[in-house]
């Protein structure tokens, strides 16, 4: 799944790392969860009533319990993948500001060392 480049793109390699590996966790889980819900819609409506009984009707309503817990679990990655999201892009906002106040600094003390020679020659 290709992201369009953002911001992100200059994020720490540790958060940007961590972020592709649950944005893929999450789409695994969340083909998985696909996946299941198919087999158990298939178990439930092909197999005939007479057979869905014990086991069978035990293994059809697992399937189904599972299928709904892998759904929310995709849906609790989406949402850590959103805020990681949001954390990485303030991150980088603030690194930012940091390096534009640190270059006007500089370029503050170098003036001011400019100043302190002209009047010392004086």
Known sequence: M???HTSRDRAPASLDQT???TEAVAADVQRASDNLAVINTVLEQELPDDIQV???AQAIEHTGQLEKKLAQSAE???EVNAALTQEIERRVEVT???DENQAMID???TKA???RGALTED
């Open 2 to 4: 290709a992201r369009p």
């Open 54 to 56: 014990g086991e069978v």
């Open 96 to 98: 930012a500001e940091r």
């Open 76 to 78: 609790t990655l989406a």
């Open 113 to 115: 060392r400019s100043s």
């Open 19 to 21: 972020l592709d590996k």
């Open 107 to 109: 370029k503050l003390n």
